[in-house]
Structures are given as C-alpha cells and as structure tokens.
C-alpha cells in the first residue's frame, strides 16, 4: 500500500513511521527541505534507541527507513492509495492542501486529516468528491500510543469508511469510531479532568499538587491535570479548550478557566518553558515540591479533601462520557477504549460508573448542581434513565 503523509512535524513523522513499520511505501512531504532532513534525522536516533532497548535489530531499522521517501513536491505523492494530513490546525490552510492534492491523486485515493478539533465535514467540502474524505485522528507519539479515532463526516462513503478502519487495525492500533463532532471522543470527554481541577483550584479548595496526588492516588491516573497539562503546554491546552467551548455554542461545560489563560498570557507553558504549575529542570524533569503558587490550606494532606477532589473529578468525567453516549458520538466501548488507550486513563469511565454504581454517579451529579445552580453541573439525561431503570453500562 502507497500511503502520504502531508506534514513531516512529530505527528507527521510519527504517523509515517508506523506506516512503514507495517510494511506500506511511504512518502513524507513538506515544504521545508530542512524540516524533512531533521525528519529523517529523528527516525534514525528513534530506531536506533529501539535497537538500544532490544525493540528491532538494525535489519528491521533499515527495513523501516527504506520504506520512507522523503518528497518536497505535493505530486509525488500522486500513487497514493492513501494520504493523511498532518499540518497546522487552521481550516482554510487544509482546505487549500486537499483541493490540490485531489487533483493529482486517483480517484480511489482517500484523503483523511488527522484534525482533533475541526469539522470533517469542512474540510471534505474542499473536494470535488467529498465521499472520499475522512478524519483519522492518532495520539502523540504515533508509534506509541494505540488508538486512533476514525471520524466520518456526513459525505464520507461507507467504503472510504470501512477501508480506513481497515488499514489502521492492520497497522495494529485500536480503531474507535467517533461522530464528527467538536473534539470527537477523547478531546471531548477529557475537558472535565482540567477543567473541573482548574475550577477546584480557582475555588481556593486545594494547591496543584494536592489535587494531582488526589487523582493519582485514589484513581490511579499516571499524570495529575496540572502535570499533565504542564506536559501538553498551557498554550496548547487552553487553545483546544478554547476552540471545544466556542464550537458548542459556549456550553458552561467546557468554558475555560482565567487561570489557565493568565499562565499562557504568562509564559508558564510548563516544561517546554521551563515553568507551569510547576518548575522543571534543563531536561524536563519537574523540581519537586514546586508548586508555583503555593496554597494556604491547611488541608492540603488531608484525606477526606482528597477524596473530595477526586469523587468531584471522575464523577464529571463520567457524566461527559455518558453524554457522549447518549447523543451517539461513538458506542460505549469505543468511549471506554479511546479514554484507556487516548489518554491512558486507568479505567473506562463507563466501566467505573457500573463500578462506583449509576445511583452515586446521578447523586454525586444532582449534590454539585444543588451547590452551585450551574449548567455546568447538570446530569447527563442517559444517568438518569438508567438509574431509573436500574441499568448498568456493561453488565
């Protein structure tokens, strides 16, 4: 299979080498001569660290890089059966991409964006033949993480479908299906695990080490939202938060926080600046016990907090994914497994609603709402019915 990759950034290149890893021809294309020679450079320090830890030996290396053109002219990727673009998220700037990349691809070629917040179905309105046209969002870093969210837009064919969600299982990731919708799956249900800290926060009730080691602790997350968001950046993170709010019409569920906006207006992007929530080291590593603003609770180590913090979290987290359920933005399985292979949660939200019980996640929900009076905090319409009706998720 002749697969293009538009873009040769991290994700490009990722997404190139996992193509090539499968056996495909790949041609990586940019504009930037340069950016495709640092590129290439990259892959062989990744492969050759791969052999390093026993991963591939150096026969499997030069398979891999043999596999991989690097082009600087959108043509040659003409005997493509496949294209994914992976370049800046600006609309109009991809639409121009795949008007002319459709003018000298076959017919049969698909076209897919690997986009984690625009419309699918935009971008397939740039083409002369939409039906070919459809979202194939992976997680950075490509080769590493397992999903890959599959997003039909309305004009998307059955078939573009269907060979899509073919070839990435081939490639052995975790195909989940998602509705075009703002931020499909992970990007979508996620909000709550930053949004609902930095609210915590901004409500003076803990410091961002205190509710990071609440959600590691008791929920068993890898990272804690202010960790993590360190690690994405600041700038990043609100942008996408941002976009997620406008693109629902301003719904206060995803409506961003002042102290996330006031750390990127800042400069604290987290550890590729040097300093976020926390300070970080030359090589990244986060200087402990370095709140940048330290709180003046005196609860900051107590227990019964903690688990405030972390009920107030996951219960958020799972009335998004319920929702998400309820309007059909993907089946619960592909919810569960894009939050457990996306973004490594340590459970499915929907498996640890059955676990924590469908009646504590609508009281849970109901007890915020009666607090606060917000939207914000209303419960998801699927909880309800299915505490009526005594359901369960999966069992």
């Known amino acids: 299979m002749n697969v293009g990759i538009i873009g040769s950034g991290t994700m490009g290149s990722g997404i190139a080498q996992v193509a090539a890893t499968s056996g495909c021809q790949v041609k990586l294309y940019d504009t930037n001569q340069a950016a495709l020679d640092k590129a290439k450079a990259a892959l062989e320090k990744i492969l050759l660290r791969l052999i390093e830890k026993g991963r591939i030996d150096s026969a499997e290396k030069d398979r891999i890089q043999a596999n991989i053109s690097y082009v600087d002219n959108l043509k040659d990727l003409a005997d493509s059966n496949l294209t994914i673009e992976a370049i800046i998220e600006n609309l109009e700037i991809k639409k121009k991409v795949f008007s002319e990349l459709e003018s000298y691809v076959s017919d049969d070629c698909i076209i897919a964006s690997n986009t984690s917040s625009l419309s699918i179905a935009s971008i397939a309105a740039s ?19 397992k999903l890959v969210e599959v997003i039909p837009a309305i004009q998307t064919s059955y078939e573009t479908l269907e060979k899509s969600i073919d070839t990435i299982s081939s490639w052995k990731k975790t195909v989940a299906v ?22 915590i926060y901004e409500e003076g009730i803990a410091d961002f080490s205190t509710i990071d080691n609440s959600l590691k602790t008791l929920g068993g997350f890898r990272m804690g939202p202010f960790e993590l968001m ?23 569920r995803y409506k961003p926080a002042f102290t996330q906006k006031r750390f990127a207006e800042a400069g604290y992007l987290g550890r590729k600046s040097g300093i976020g929530y926390y300070e970080y080291d030359n090589n990244g590593k986060k200087v402990e016990d370095s709140n940048v603003i330290q709180s003046e609770s005196e609860e900051s180590h107590d227990e019964t907090l903690a688990k405030q913090i972390f009920d107030r979290v996951l219960v958020m987290l799972i ?31 929907l498996a640890w609603a059955d676990e924590k019980g469908i009646d504590w996640c609508v009281n849970k929900m109901d007890e915020l709402y009666n607090e606060y009076h917000e939207d914000r905090y209303r419960c998801s319409p699927l909880l309800r019915k299915m505490n009526r009706e005594n359901k369960t998720f999966f069992n």
Do not use: Q
Not at 239 to 248: D, P
Not at 326 to 349: C, H, Q, R, W
């Open 230 to 252: 360190d690690f994405i950046g600041n700038d990043v993170n609100y942008t996408v938060t941002e976009t997620v709010f406008e693109a629902f019409y301003y719904d206060p």
């Open 319 to 349: 009335n998004e994914a319920a929702d998400a359920l309820f309007l059909n933005i993907a089946s619960a399985e592909d919810i569960d497994n894009a939050m457990t292979k996306g973004v490594n949660y340590p459970k499915g939200l």
């Open 178 to 199: 998602a509705k075009d919708t703002p931020g499909f799956i992970v990007n979508r249900v996620a909000r709550p695990f930053y949004g609902e800290a930095l609210r």
């Open 127 to 145: 083409l002369k033949n939409p039906k070919r046209c459809v979202g194939i969002h992976f997680f950075n870093p490509a080769p590493l993480m």
